[in-house]
């Protein structure tokens, strides 16, 4: 634990009470919050966006840096809500502890979010706020499933219930709702204002996802105006990105940690790990915080250090939780500390992902790819498996997916993938090995569910699914080792077969 002294009654953390918080030890903003100006606009104020870019924003205030790139958070959903109450509460400020594997906790109060509007009850508000000339900088982190394109086309979807809502809206003159709508409007307002448009950078978990933003919001524009649709695309910037922290979600028992180890009662603190990487196209016309001054790695291309992070660590989380919680384990370490476990996803990191990867500049994969099996059995972080399988037909299909294409067509191994996907079928049955349920957490669930459970039957029925997963059901070399993989989990459940999978020859 910091070195902190606790309070008899908890600190309730607000901008009135730093003084107090300052007195247990842990460390508060320096800098005067007052006189910061917005210089950022973020939609999606989760726990990664706190423990990863606004810590950054934190950082580089207390160096006497980047005042006019405070954040004003931004929430589309009525799930929101709470977030809002929370922050305007707190006045934006929040605890960010990092948990080290000895046990060790390194917790700092972060005062870079000044700012929280909720476009469910202001979407007018939202958008003026990025339209005022202060605003250089309109970053998102919406989750992988945030884009709306189609798994196998990469299109627009305009059948999105939301997108058709956002633009009956605003051709009756009415404001929109989406995210989309939201920073498509700013644009607009900005333009006949004569403002240079702010940069849009997502931070989302995607391959290429400032190319995927500027296709995903420039498809949106269209759809609103051609012509202003193709000013977005010649002028408006889109980096790209790749950012690396495990974050879990955070938990009550995190919350009774902060009040009673600390002293502060926060009523939504962040934990993550003590990772942390990001790096950056340097790609912003109207101007960025010093990222470099706090450890962010500008770069020209950005694609080998995504791919690499997506393909390692991402994929090899979809490798290990479905597999985990079927044998019975419920946290990322304990999954990961089991021999078979770790033996089966380094195989798949050395021997599928890996050869599918170019040169990463100022990166030793093999270093990294030990420190990703290490970050994993981290056991203060507690990441849950039912995190890492969720969502997984917005994240398999980004993650995994390209890794079998690439290794079919280049005649490589895609066993240790197929049997991934396999894992992810059998889980997707939504009942575990002991007979109880499982509560599938996906936009597809139902779909999804309704296929696996007739594939005791018909064993490729989870694979027939073509908008997840296209064409690969008609490739015997994928549906045999699929089938294989399958077969195992059914018969003999899944430690048995991970173990037997982890045995397989190198070669």
Request: overall charge negative; proline content about 5%; aromatic content about 8%.
């Amino acid at each position: 634990m910091t070195d902190t002294h606790a309070p008899a009654t908890p600190v309730v953390l607000s901008p009135d009470t730093l003084d107090a918080v300052a007195a247990t030890g842990v460390a508060v903003p320096g800098y005067d919050r007052t006189g910061l100006t917005v210089g950022i606009v973020h939609f999606g104020v989760g726990g990664f966006h706190r423990a990863h870019q606004a810590m950054v924003i934190d950082r580089l205030l207390a160096e006497g840096e980047a005042r006019d790139f405070a954040i004003c958070g931004v929430g589309v959903l009525e799930q929101d809500r709470r977030m809002k109450e929370v922050m305007d509460a707190q006045g934006g400020l929040y605890t960010l502890v990092l948990k080290h594997p000895d046990g060790r906790r390194e917790a700092r109060v972060i005062g870079s979010v000044v700012e929280y509007l909720l476009a469910v009850d202001d979407p007018e508000g939202v958008v003026e706020k990025m339209a005022s000339p202060e605003t250089k900088i309109v970053s998102l982190t919406v989750t992988e499933g945030g884009y709306n394109f189609h798994h196998v086309t990469g299109e627009f979807d305009e059948t999105n219930p939301a997108v058709r809502a956002d633009l009956e809206a605003v051709a009756a003159g009415r404001s929109p709702h989406t995210t989309f709508g939201l920073v498509t409007a700013a644009l607009q307002r900005r333009r006949e204002r004569g403002l240079e448009p702010f940069t849009v950078m997502s931070c989302d978990n995607i391959p290429g996802n400032g190319h995927v933003a500027k296709k995903m919001f420039s498809a949106y524009a269209e759809l609103v105006d051609s012509a202003f649709a193709a000013w977005m695309r010649t002028t408006v910037s889109f980096p790209n990105c790749m950012v690396d922290r495990i974050t879990p979600v955070t938990s009550d028992e995190d919350r009774a940690e902060v009040r009673d180890g600390l002293g502060i009662a926060d009523a939504w603190p962040v934990v993550a790990e003590p990772f942390f990487q990001w790096v950056l196209e340097d790609d912003f016309p109207l101007g960025r915080p010093p990222y470099e001054r706090a450890d962010v790695q500008l770069v020209d291309d950005v694609e080998p250090y995504e791919f690499m992070k997506l393909r390692l660590l991402n994929a090899s989380h979809q490798g290990l939780c479905y597999y985990g919680y079927l044998s019975g384990y419920r946290y990322a370490h304990e999954a990961t500390t089991d021999p078979a476990i770790a033996g089966f996803l380094r195989d798949y990191m050395d021997l599928e992902a890996t050869p599918t990867l170019s040169e990463v500049p100022g990166i030793d994969l093999d270093d990294y790819k030990a420190t990703l099996i290490e970050r994993f059995q981290n056991p203060e972080v507690r990441d849950t498996l039912a995190r890492l399988c969720a969502e997984s037909s917005d994240r398999i299909p980004k993650w995994l997916l390209p890794v079998v294409r690439e290794n079919l067509a280049s005649d490589g191994d895609v066993r240790r993938s197929a049997a991934i996907v396999a894992s992810w079928a059998r889980y997707a049955e939504a009942v575990d090995e002991q007979g109880d349920p499982i509560t599938i957490v996906d936009r597809l669930a139902d779909r999804l569910t309704a296929a696996a459970v007739t594939q005791r039957d018909d064993r490729l029925a989870f694979l027939r699914d073509r908008e997840v997963f296209g064409d690969l059901v008609d490739d015997e070399r994928f549906t045999s080792a699929y089938l294989d993989a399958l077969e195992g989990l059914i018969a003999d459940g899944a430690h048995a077969t991970v173990e037997r999978l982890a045995a397989l020859p190198r070669d």
